[in-house]
């Protein structure tokens, strides 16, 4: 369930922005539609009033002969009008508390002209009132007629409000007064105008959270390439107050880790360089010395110490030598690399030329040439493929070793670490070639993988991207 939600918090503002949209449209509309609908009852109850009030008025004065024949000039489908001595309402009771209180309204007002009782009920559009709503308005007639034709086509369909007016003589006034009809809140004219103005806000929208969390995807953009390379520019400390707050910070935070790696990195280069002044005179008296096992073993452990500062120099300085990006031609520095070493080979279907690469030069020379080793020296063989895979330069070194334990996989990118544990520096190391090497290609914008082969020795896969 958790795949289908979104993972981007502009993406959740948007479908919150898009769903208060509809909400508040479908109130709106639920709204509008109700007061249309309570507006229009109050208006059939005035125009029935007022209609009576004008028949009455009229009639009053008129005989009961005189009343049938006015009510027959005035008879039409829509608005039905008769004299009878019977009611058209037969019912002396309304059907609901609204028309109750007309009833009464009518009573008391046209009592000055004779009327006595009167009663409203509402009936429904009847089927003959349907079928007899005429054809369809003609092409060649203007918009008001054809709004006009329309309209009491509505009205010929719609609810009727009868009324009946018993006079003091007796005779009964019964006419019809059509309900007015509620159309569609939405229609296909209107539907348009809704749907664009929804398009807009939602455009809007879109616009304005891509402009919001703008600086937000730069931060975190500057926040991953601070953790590739502490040397990486500032970000620019610009727009709103807090996100030129969370600017500040993160350069800050960078410059205060750039202080405190080059310090350090610094300390280790410079002890592990005056560790060369007194092996050097250490060396020179083992020269005095004549030759003995006692010397030979002293020039052994003097040569480990020489090898873990020199080692521990690599290390140290990575990040304090100042070396620039270059384009460098990757296929041509990993052949000069493997023509050092009488165990490298390529695999001939794998070799791509043309590779160009962005990174410091003499740098990435070490990253390779210690993978190389690495697999000449754990596995015996190594066989060298280079390939390229979408925007990424792809080297794979496979070996003949007995590959590594998958459970220390990760663990030997760690300083200082070797699988190896005797004390030999030619067999162990020292456990800080893969760590320098991946500093490196991590640098440069890469990555390395190491996985055992299915058939046999490790696999170790240097990608690094490729230069625009």
């Known amino acids: 369930m958790r795949r ?39 208006v059939d109850l005035y125009r029935l009033n007022d209609r009576a009030f004008s028949l009455v008025q009229l009639m009053h004065d008129a005989s009961p002969e005189e009343r049938k ?23 002396s009771i309304a059907g609901d508390d609204e028309l109750a209180e007309l009833e009464d309204i009518l009573v008391g007002r046209l009592s000055k002209f004779g009327i006595t009782d009167a009663r409203v009920r509402r009936d429904p559009a009847t089927r003959e009132a349907d079928d007899a709503t005429g054809t369809a308005p003609g092409p060649d007639i203007g918009q008001v007629e054809r709004d006009l034709l329309v309209l009491a086509a509505d009205f010929a369909q719609s609810d009727k409000l009868t009324a009946s007016l018993r006079f003091a003589d007796g005779q009964w006034l019964n006419f019809t007064e059509p309900i007015t009809p509620v159309g569609p809140i939405l229609s296909f004219d209107s539907l348009p105008l809704y749907s664009l103005i929804a398009g807009l806000v939602v455009i809007m929208s879109i616009w304005s959270l891509r402009r919001l969390t703008a600086p937000y995807r730069m931060m975190e953009t500057a926040v991953n390439r601070i953790g590739k390379d502490l040397k ?23 410059a205060r880790l750039r202080e405190y790696v080059e310090d350090r990195e610094h300390l280790a280069a410079a002890l592990a360089h005056d560790l060369r002044t007194p092996m050097t005179r250490m060396r020179l008296r083992l020269e005095l010395l004549r030759k003995s096992a006692v010397r030979e073993a002293l020039a052994h452990d003097l040569a480990d110490v020489e ?18 990006n270059e384009r460098i031609d990757f296929w041509s ?27 410091r030069p003499v ?26 895979s979408e925007n990424m330069i792809l080297l794979t070194i496979r070996d003949e070793g007995p590959g590594i334990p998958q459970a220390q996989i990760d663990a030997v990118f760690g300083s200082f670490v070797r699988l190896e544990q005797s004390r030999n520096r030619q ?27 299915p058939g046999g020795g490790l696999l170790t896969q240097l990608r690094l991207p490729l230069a625009a």
Not at 430 to 442: D, K, Q, V, Y
């Open 4 to 42: 289908f939600l979104p993972q981007t918090l502009p993406v959740w503002v948007l479908l919150i922005v898009i769903a208060g949209l509809l909400i508040s449209q479908v109130a709106t509309l639920y709204i509008v539609s109700r007061d249309r609908a309570a507006a229009n009852d109050v």
């Open 69 to 91: 024949a006015t009510a027959t000039g005035l008879f039409n489908s829509t608005y039905a009008l008769t004299v009878s001595d019977t009611p058209a309402v037969t019912s």
């Open 232 to 254: 990486s520019p500032p970000i620019a400390e610009s727009g709103s107050r807090e996100v030129r707050a969370a600017a500040k910070a993160i350069n800050a935070m960078q």
């Open 307 to 324: 090898s873990i500062a020199s080692s521990v120099i690599d290390f140290a300085t990575f990040e304090v030598t100042e070396e620039k």
């Open 333 to 359: 520095l990993v052949e000069s690399i493997a023509d050092g070493y009488e165990d490298v080979s390529f695999d001939d279907d794998t070799r791509s030329r043309g590779l160009i690469c962005m990174a």
């Open 363 to 388: 740098a990435l020379k070490r990253c390779v040439t210690n993978l190389v080793q690495n697999a000449v020296t754990y596995g015996k063989k190594a066989h060298l493929s280079l390939s390229r």
């Open 427 to 453: 067999t162990g190391g020292l456990g800080l070639g893969l760590t320098i090497a991946r500093n490196i290609a991590r640098a440069a914008g890469g990555d390395i993988r190491l996985s055992n082969n």
